[in-house]
């Protein structure tokens, strides 16, 4: 199977300018960037299939650029619907030096194709008004940009100059990365399309029809139900280890559908087409197994937060489900318990009252019953003692304390 040829049987080619044009460049070493703004300082899952088909590439002999917009991040790219809101040039930089810091986990920046991390910022800060009215301003018809699906949209609502003219923006990076390094691919989601196209007529008119830039995006990724991808309970799922522990991330998608799983194995394991299909047959067999989430899980989660982070991840996952919790470090404690109920109470107050205040119980009759039927446990131990008083100095390092009320109902309790 050719490497175009995989890219489509995994589900990542959508749109693409020369497909013939570009099965025979791709027979030698060609390069190619994607571009991701810093809108914010980490990226989330939903950036993974484009960071990774670089990697693909890269791993297919090809050389891969990294874009940061440090320039274009000011702006920010049209939002289907609303204006985004402009933020701070400290704050730009900011998210870039991080952003950069999380795209080289994924990267080789050794040997021969050796990826390359740019930042518009490095020309685009250099042009006066004059420079893009004069040279880039008079190549664009207004006629033609609004027929792009990003400013067709937003034609009803309002749309800016300032969005208006990202398109534009964008078409001199590709161009600036062609005349710098001879990138001659530039690759994107699906909803990047229209920039993808005015960036090729902006080299083509300058540089010449033999310059032969290629297109090509890839399909968002969806769920089967129709929910956003990327999110947990309501919260984006970074690549940020500070923002999404080891376990949360393993979580996510050792939770994601059966529907969905070979799907999210094709976009983002490196896995080989044979060991996917041999998942997938799993699935169907033996679904109770979970083999394609697990595999999916790890894989991406060892890429992420590295082999230790996927030992921690699973260390916790099976102590929740067969353990004792205070095996765990309290900083794993915490990361188990990201999504538990979280309850402030002060030094001394008893079992009982706790379990009230937490809406365990009714009543403290009802929270009664509970601990003499042995369903409440503090710790890690069961207790039967209705006079039990939780106190500061017991706590895990002397912060917070864990409830359980039978197997999976754990509560936390932060001594103030």
């Known amino acids: ?70 320039f274009t991040g000011m702006i920010g790219d049209p939002r289907p619907t609303t204006e985004r809101k402009l933020l701070t040039h400290e704050e730009v930089m900011h998210n ?6 999380q795209l080289a986990m994924f990267l080789s920046f050794e040997g021969d194709n050796a990826a390359i991390m740019e930042n518009n910022g490095n020309w685009l800060n250099e042009m006066t008004l004059l420079d893009f009215l004069r040279d880039y301003g008079k190549l664009f018809n207004v006629s033609y940009m609004l027929q792009k699906d990003t400013i067709k949209k ?77 999110k947990s309970e309501g919260r984006n799922i970074w690549l940020d280890p500070e923002r999404t522990s080891a376990y949360e991330f393993y979580q996510f998608w050792l939770n994601t559908p059966d529907a969905d799983a070979v799907d999210y194995l094709k976009r983002l394991s490196f ?35 590295d082999k230790e982070g996927l030992e921690s991840a699973l260390r916790i996952t099976d102590t929740f489900f067969r353990g004792n919790i205070m095996d765990l470090t309290p900083a794993e404690m915490k990361a188990g318990l990201a999504g538990a109920q979280n309850v402030p109470v002060t030094d001394g107050i008893t079992l009982i009252d706790t379990l009230v205040e937490a809406g ?14 042995g369903s409440i446990s503090v710790n890690g131990e069961k207790t039967t003692a209705i006079d039990a008083v939780l106190h500061k100095a017991d706590a895990v390092d002397q912060e917070f304390s864990i409830l359980r009320k ?10 103030e």
């Open 96 to 101: 870039a030096d991080c952003i950069k810091e």
């Open 360 to 373: 365990v119980s009714r009543s403290k009759s009802d929270a009664r019953k509970l601990i003499q039927q």
């Open 406 to 415: 039978g197997k999976k109902n754990y509560i936390v309790v932060t001594f």
């Open 1 to 70: 199977m050719e490497f175009l040829e995989e890219l489509q049987w995994r589900g990542l080619v959508k749109d693409v300018t020369d497909i013939e044009g570009l099965k025979e460049a791709l027979k030698t070493p060609l390069t190619l960037y994607c571009g991701f703004d810093p809108t914010a300082d980490s990226l989330h899952v939903g950036h993974l299939q484009q960071i990774i088909l670089l990697r693909r590439y890269q791993l297919a002999g090809h050389r891969p650029i990294a874009l940061c917009g440090g």
């Open 271 to 305: 896995r080989s087409p044979e060991e996917i299909m041999a998942l997938e047959t799993s699935l169907k067999e033996h679904p109770e197994l979970r083999e394609a989430q697990k595999a999916l899980a790890s894989e991406l989660t060892e890429i992420v937060h």
């Open 154 to 230: 937003r034609l009803d609502s309002g749309i800016s100059y300032t969005e208006f003219s990202y398109t534009i923006l964008q078409a001199i990076d590709w161009l600036s990365l062609y005349r710098k390094y001879g990138c001659r691919i530039q690759i994107g989601g699906s909803d990047q399309w229209g920039n993808l196209t005015t960036g090729m007529e902006l080299i083509r008119k300058t540089e010449g029809e033999d310059a032969a830039p290629f297109g090509i995006t890839s399909p968002l990724i969806t769920k089967s139900d129709g929910s956003k991808f990327g």
